[in-house]
């Protein structure tokens, strides 16, 4: 399935397949302009990302973010609940590979958004430009594995539900100051606020933005550019 030219009646429910991987394609200019080619490469045919609806998925998910997070001495918190309409409900995607999971991530798609603990004023500030805005919480990949190939999955399936399924129009996320240059240089996201403190985690953060339209653009143009 093409994530970026989806048709909804092609699409299997609650299941996302991925043809290409995108992060190995949006690396920085200098780096392209080396290559003569930037091949595609192929993700595994076992790995796939689905749509968590069950309970025990949920948990699972919840698990993994909880391992991963306490690694880097983080003390995640539980959810409050949910408190907004069902059509803008948390979307917690997973991604296996032979049976097992590797990765997960949760959309929260329009408010109340979690990052508005820490940078309300600012994203006050993006609505009333116009953004219809989501967020990416609880980001986490198992550890021993093809750690690249999980985010990407994740990353594919994070802009199938923003963008197609909520039509958002930029998502936010609060990350560590370290995992910045990352977010910029990879993925495009831009640094809107910073000083903050996450309280879901207790440490420090910063507030960033991707632009959808944009980001899907350089998807586009970076696939069109293969092969040579």
Same mark, same amino acid.
């Given at each position: 399935m093409n994530?970026?030219?989806l048709?909804?009646?092609h699409?299997?429910?609650?299941e996302?397949t991925h043809?290409?991987?995108?992060?190995?394609l949006?690396?920085?200019?200098?780096r392209?302009q080396?290559l003569n080619c930037i091949p +595609? /490469?192929?993700?595994p045919? !076992?790995?796939?990302t689905?749509v968590?609806?069950?309970?025990?998925q *949920?948990e699972a998910a919840?698990?993994?973010v909880?391992r991963r997070?306490?690694w880097r001495g983080?003390?995640?918190?539980?959810?409050e609940g949910?408190?907004?309409?069902e059509?803008a409900?948390?979307m917690?995607?997973?991604t296996e590979?032979s049976g097992?999971?590797?990765g997960t991530?949760?959309v929260?798609?329009q408010?109340p958004l979690?990052?508005?603990?820490?940078?309300?004023?600012?994203?006050?500030r993006?609505r009333?430009?116009?953004h219809?805005?989501?967020e +990416? /919480?609880?980001?986490?990949? !198992?550890s021993?594995i093809?750690?690249k190939?999980?985010?990407d999955a *994740?990353?594919?399936?994070?802009y199938?539900?923003?963008?197609?399924?909520?039509?958002?129009t930029?998502?936010?996320?609060e990350?560590?100051p370290?995992?910045?240059?990352?977010?910029?240089?990879?993925?495009?996201?831009?640094?809107?606020?910073?000083?903050?403190?996450c309280?879901?985690?207790?440490a420090?953060?910063v507030l960033?933005?991707?632009?959808?339209?944009a980001?899907?653009?350089?998807?586009r143009?970076s696939l069109?550019a293969?092969?040579?």
């Amino acid at each position: 399935m093409n994530l970026l030219d989806l048709v909804a009646q092609h699409a299997r429910p609650y299941e996302i397949t991925h043809h290409s991987r995108w992060i190995d394609l949006l690396r920085d200019k200098s780096r392209k302009q080396a290559l003569n080619c930037i091949p +595609v /490469v192929e993700s595994p045919d !076992e790995l796939r990302t689905l749509v968590a609806v069950r309970r025990e998925q *949920l948990e699972a998910a919840e698990a993994l973010v909880r391992r991963r997070y306490a690694w880097r001495g983080y003390d995640v918190q539980t959810d409050e609940g949910w408190h907004g309409t069902e059509s803008a409900k948390p979307m917690t995607l997973l991604t296996e590979a032979s049976g097992q999971l590797v990765g997960t991530l949760t959309v929260r798609p329009q408010s109340p958004l979690c990052a508005e603990q820490t940078y309300g004023s600012d994203i006050a500030r993006l609505r009333a430009a116009g953004h219809r805005l989501g967020e +990416v /919480v609880k980001l986490a990949v !198992e550890s021993g594995i093809d750690w690249k190939g999980a985010l990407d999955a *994740l990353v594919q399936g994070a802009y199938l539900v923003s963008r197609v399924v909520h039509a958002l129009t930029a998502i936010v996320i609060e990350v560590n100051p370290r995992h910045v240059r990352f977010y910029e240089k990879v993925l495009g996201f831009s640094v809107m606020a910073t000083g903050g403190v996450c309280a879901r985690v207790g440490a420090p953060s910063v507030l960033m933005l991707l632009d959808l339209d944009a980001f899907g653009e350089r998807v586009r143009a970076s696939l069109a550019a293969v092969p040579c």
